[in-house]
């Protein structure tokens, strides 16, 4: 018998051969079809729901085991005894999603309420402080550490006007507070002109970059400045200048 032979069908052996052939390809194609639409949960998903799920048991068995302490150590008392029936039965109402927020919802912030001044109150800028200006009706912290910053770097106010010269307060809110002040002008610490450095002497609110250079190079041409009259013909100071600077500025 030759090899032929064995691979020899008739007609009809051949029609089995495809049929049988033809459901292993149908049924090996709806195998890998039913496969492929079955949901697959990603693991960076799953592990934080188990994870989520793990605190939430470990958190409910602490809370069980304190509400078992506080009830075991007064066996006398009726309100451990309410308070830990309370805690299990609310417990058992909730759902996980009000679980999870009970256990993890921040406490709001509470703010001491400051007593503000009676109408009629004077408060002198120089020597308030923020915790004095907060007292003021429409100054809270951000508007009292500007108004002590800005002294600072004044020197003092010497007039309550200066307060709109403030970051933040308009004509309207100057308005308001203008009543409320007074201004010690004795308090100014002034800036000793023939003494102070170029770069301490710019900083002043009044005093620009050009204006501290000029009076940089006239002091080292006349040795020392003797009054406004040195400042008053230089073309970098005009009447408005000399005007508001006065308060500030001490040639001795």
């Known amino acids: 018998m030759l090899w032929r032979d064995y691979l020899y069908f008739s007609r009809g052996e051949r029609s089995g051969l495809i049929l049988l052939l033809a459901i292993i390809v149908i049924s090996g194609t709806l195998l890998f079809l039913n496969k492929q639409s079955k949901p697959v ?12 799920i793990n605190n939430l048991n470990e958190i409910d068995n602490k ?31 909730e759902t996980v999603s009000e679980r999870v927020n009970r256990l993890t919802a921040r406490p709001q912030p509470t703010y001491t309420r400051v007593e503000k001044f009676e109408e009629g109150t004077i408060v002198e800028l120089n020597t308030a402080d923020t915790t004095t200006l907060k007292k003021v009706p429409g100054i809270g912290s951000a508007f009292a550490n ?6 600072k770097i004044l020197g003092g106010y010497h007039s309550v006007s200066q307060l709109s010269e403030v970051y933040g307060i308009d004509e309207e809110r100057y308005i308001t507070l203008q009543p409320w002040f007074s201004a010690d002008a004795s ?17 002043h609110p009044y005093i620009n970059y050009s204006q501290a250079r000029i ?19 230089l073309k970098e100071f005009t009447e408005e200048d000399i005007s508001k600077l006065k308060p500030y500025i001490s040639f001795d």
Not at 146 to 151: L, M, Q
Not at 215 to 233: A, D, S
């Open 41 to 52: 949960v990603p693991n960076e998903e799953v592990a934080p729901i188990k994870e989520v």
């Open 63 to 93: 809370t069980q085991k304190a509400d078992s302490v506080r009830t075991v150590s007064s066996p006398t008392s009726n309100n451990s005894v309410t308070r830990a029936s309370a805690v299990t039965s609310r417990n058992a109402r």
């Open 146 to 151: 500007r108004i002590v910053n800005y002294r």
């Open 187 to 203: 308090q100014i610490v002034r800036i000793e002109i023939n003494k102070i450095a170029q770069d301490s002497l710019q900083r």
């Open 215 to 233: 009076i940089i190079q006239l002091r080292r041409q006349k040795g020392k400045l003797t009054g406004w009259e040195n400042l008053q013909l």
